[in-house]
């Protein structure tokens, strides 16, 4: 009888040896690809469907903040697609989506809190060989890229791709793994990491010098120590 994983149906095959009958005859069972044998599970592969499920929502990192001891600011991830919030898509875009990945960090607490803002646009879409691939646009200047400020259009024969360059994401039994490195004129290199779960946003955008130390936090610097860099991934959990 089939089984249900995550959204998607995956029949399971009769055990090793069975025979079954057809028509009146009896055959042996094939093993169909990526499907269960020996009581080993073999996860049915995500798609770009699901990784936009993953993707899409309200996130913060609480649950990490609370331990003793850690270093991280509190930090909301709040992701929206905009498709139709961009004129002039292309005809052929597909199933791609654009994200609007609004970022806050608040370093410190009560009056001395301070609340630093990292928009991001990101494009999304499902290769030619079903990986999901990311690219990176500036954001518009004049414009305030919030999810909630509904008085923004954007134009996509305006937009403009950004110096990172497109990547992919390697899809596994827990999610879709991302590991993207690229070299900047001021001899550092800028690495994206992250893990994308069902309901978890694993993400470390890190500098590190030419001899692989750990120079700074990329995206979310503490502001009145810019050097300061935590050492894990930000854990984002859907609110």
């Known amino acids: 009888a089939p089984i249900m994983f995550g959204e998607a149906w995956v029949a399971t095959p009769a055990p090793i040896g069975h025979r079954a009958e057809t028509r009146g005859k009896i055959v042996a069972s094939t093993r169909p690809r990526n499907r269960f044998y020996r009581g080993q599970l073999v996860r049915a592969m995500l798609g770009f469907h699901e990784f936009q499920q993953y993707m899409i929502g309200d996130f913060e990192n609480a649950k990490q903040i609370q331990k003793a001891g850690d270093d991280h600011p509190r930090a909301v991830h709040i992701n929206r697609v905009i498709n139709d919030r961009i004129d002039n898509l292309p005809g052929d875009l597909g199933s791609a989506i654009f994200v609007l990945e609004e970022s806050l960090y608040y370093w410190g607490s009560g009056d001395e809190q301070k609340v630093v803002s990292k928009p991001h646009l990101f494009l ?116």
């Open 124 to 239: 999304f879409r499902e290769s030619e060989s079903g990986q999901v691939e990311l690219v990176t646009y500036n954001n518009p200047e004049g414009i305030n890229l919030e999810n909630s400020d509904k008085s923004w259009q954007l134009d996509y024969n305006k937009l403009e791709k950004s110096w990172f360059p497109p990547c992919r994401y390697i899809t596994k039994a827990d999610g879709f793994h991302l590991s993207a490195s690229t070299d900047l004129p001021n001899g550092l290199t800028f690495t994206l990491s992250e893990v994308i779960r069902k309901d978890q946003l694993q993400v470390y955008e890190f500098l590190t010098t030419a001899d692989g130390k750990l120079a700074g936090v990329a995206t979310s610097p503490e502001p009145s120590n810019p050097s300061f860099a935590y050492k894990t991934p930000l854990l984002y959990d859907r609110k």
